[in-house]
């Protein structure tokens, strides 16, 4: 009967969809039907992010997209994030995960959304194009009591105190890869979700430094911090060991190493380790090209300032990336970026590119010689040195 009932996909758009998504999704427990509610009130959600598959007119499986922007440099990506993506039964048949799955990122290239973003087991997602694209950071610091002097004061925060957020995440994210471009919608968004936000003020009141904190049984993970300079980083640091000292929990920070509130830490003899791969549950951060033309022309600007500072500053010629399904071409003209159909000839040629080859390539994960050398990609060893300059390495990290 499974061969001639097919899985039929499409977007929960009506208020019986929603409610039988719902009700499939309370077998899950309150977590998931939480996870739905926020997904709902996402900003920039669309219909079309809430995918329901049925068989036989029953739902047995949906998948939830989302919409994120990510900073690169001068660029701004556009992207999408599966945040979900349930089957029943608990392991379906393998063409039933391919089609909805496939039905996700159909919607993603429909929605304007070049790359698609999901964690999860690298084995799952790597036969569809996805791949690693971030480090693996983690800082220990000791947990113990501490008495400042002065003392910066420590608060849950408030919807009163995002716009100090908001100036202080870009001092501290700016300069970082593949980080969030927040708006308005964005901060109360985040300011809704579970995690703990604890302001630092100083003894006139003023804020001075943030932590969003995840709350395990054992531990006490940083996601997300900023402060005003290093003062304020370190002091932040030490009434976070004091927390953590409270609470009998171990203190992590998952921050990038060259963070300013991770430096602090690293100061006061915090611990930090950097690896290629998740150390816990099996999951890593994925990602996948969905419309290679699309991201090209979102790297444009980032693109045209690499140039500049290179020494490949002013180059004239075109530069050809060859996939399976379609060829792209970056023309320059004086060191300007401009993104063509591939027909064109070419001066040099990005050759054989696989799909997780290319999303580590585009986003700094790996560099052109290290994917070549692994079967990525084929260029000539005249295309290196440019290659270099536009797809350098970028050690953007995730806990």
């Not at 608990?90 to 973003?117: H, N, S, T």
């Not at 004239?316 to 970026?337: K, Q």
Request: aromatic share 6%; charged share 20%; with cysteine.
């Amino acid at each position: 009967m499974r061969m001639n009932s097919p899985l039929q996909i499409a977007s929960a758009d009506t208020p019986n969809d929603l409610a039988c998504l719902r009700a499939f999704v309370a077998e899950n427990g309150a977590a998931a039907v939480s996870a739905l509610d926020r997904h709902l009130a996402r900003p920039r959600y669309r219909p079309a992010f809430t995918r329901i598959a049925k068989r036989a007119g029953q739902l047995t499986g949906y998948a939830l997209l989302g919409h994120q922007r990510l900073r690169l440099g001068a660029a701004t990506l556009e992207v999408g994030r599966i945040a979900a993506l349930e089957l029943t039964p608990v392991e379906p048949d393998r063409g039933e995960f391919a089609a909805l799955l496939g039905d996700c990122l159909r919607v993603l290239v429909e929605e304007g959304l070049a790359l698609a973003l999901v964690c999860g087991p690298v084995a799952t997602y790597a036969p569809f194009g996805f791949a690693p694209y971030r480090f693996w950071s983690q800082i220990q610091l000791a947990s113990q009591p501490y008495a400042a002097a002065p003392a910066l004061a420590l608060r849950r925060a408030t919807a009163g105190d995002l716009d100090d957020f908001a100036a202080l995440y870009d001092a501290a994210y700016q300069a970082l890869p593949l980080t969030a471009a927040r708006s308005a919608p964005d901060w109360r968004f985040w300011l809704a979700d579970e995690r703990l936000k604890l302001v630092a003020e100083d003894n006139r009141g003023r804020i001075v430094a943030y932590a969003a904190i995840e709350l395990g049984p054992d531990e006490l993970a940083v996601v997300e911090a900023a402060a005003a300079d290093a003062g304020a980083a370190r002091v932040l640091c030490r009434e976070l060991q004091s927390y953590a000292h409270r609470r009998g929990q171990l203190l992590l920070l998952a921050l990038a190493p060259w963070h300013l509130v991770a430096q602090a830490a690293l100061h006061l003899d915090g611990t930090a380790q950097l690896a290629a791969h998740s150390k816990s549950q099996g999951n890593d951060e994925l990602t996948g090209v969905v419309d290679l033309p699309l991201l090209l022309e979102a790297l444009v600007p980032e693109f045209d300032q690499r140039l500049t500072r290179s020494r490949y500053a002013g180059w004239s010629g075109n530069l050809r990336l060859e996939i399976d399904t379609e060829r792209i071409t970056l023309a320059f003209a004086t060191g300007h970026a401009t993104v063509i159909d591939g027909s064109r000839p070419a001066d040099l040629r990005l050759r054989q590119i696989t799909l997780p080859a290319l999303a580590q390539l585009c986003l700094g994960y790996r560099v052109a010689a290290d994917l070549r050398a692994t079967g990525g990609l084929a260029c000539d060893d005249a295309a290196l040195g440019l290659l270099d300059a536009l797809f350098p390495p970028l050690l953007a990290t995730r806990r």
